[in-house]
């Protein structure tokens, strides 16, 4: 059984470009979270999506990040026209009853 | 509301003694309790949780956390560290069923030769 897996690994953007991140949750798996790890800072909670719904986006920002679980494929987080703040390790969680299994992130890097 | 604080952003120790690594939560209420760590560019793994029933949990590779209900603390501790225990270490809390894991800021474990 595979883990989570995150795609691609390190992304590197130029301000005003999208950013477009991808987590494929375990297999049998239908809840997914993502987080944000700015550097020396722990992880901060996002959002949390179920297939075809956002349940909780408390955590995103208002403008420019956006999320989705389609009923088929992997979850997508976009960023729009990055900015370096947008820096960081972005984390994708999947879980079907409690725990959370992590992917292994994806480094974004904005010059 | 809910809060998670880890005292030391780092932990310098020799190898071979050994450690604790703090965590306090602050929750009115029941707690699941959760450490995670990360190796050095890795993503999170889990090392061990508290749920419920026994109040001391450990891990296969030697970690253990108590969960203390009155002083609403769950330290990690191992009584012998290891240079491949040189990673983060983070804490974490949700309250009851709730989805939404709160995180500590993480500690730096480093391991001197």
């Known amino acids: 059984n595979a883990g989570v897996m995150q795609n691609p690994r390190h992304l590197v953007r130029r301000r005003g470009q999208e950013a477009r991140l991808r987590c494929s949750p375990m297999k049998g798996h239908s809840h997914v979270y993502w987080y944000r790890q700015l550097p020396e800072e722990g992880l901060k909670f996002m959002v949390y999506l179920q297939k075809e719904n956002i349940i909780d986006e408390s955590g995103m920002p208002k403008e420019r990040f956006s999320a989705e679980f389609p009923k088929e494929g992997p979850s997508i987080l976009r960023i729009q026209q990055v900015v370096r703040g947008d820096s960081a390790a972005y984390f994708c969680a999947s879980s079907q009853r409690g725990e959370q299994y992590f992917g292994p992130g994806t480094r974004l890097t904005v010059t | 509301a809910q809060s998670v604080t880890q005292l030391d952003s780092q932990v310098p120790v020799f190898e071979e003694a050994p450690v604790e690594l703090r965590c306090n939560y602050s929750s009115s209420v029941s707690v699941y309790l959760f450490w995670y760590v990360q190796y050095p560019n890795q993503g999170l793994q889990l090392l061990l949780k508290y749920l419920s029933g026994s109040t001391l949990v450990e891990s296969i590779n030697g970690f253990e956390a108590e969960f203390n209900k009155s002083q609403t603390s769950f330290h990690l501790r191992k009584p012998s560290v290891h240079i491949s225990d040189t990673a983060e270490y983070f804490c974490?809390?949700?309250?009851?069923?709730?989805?939404?894991?709160?995180w500590g800021a993480g500690t730096k474990l480093i391991i001197k030769p």
């Open positions: 974490a809390v949700t309250e009851g069923s709730n989805y939404q894991l709160i």
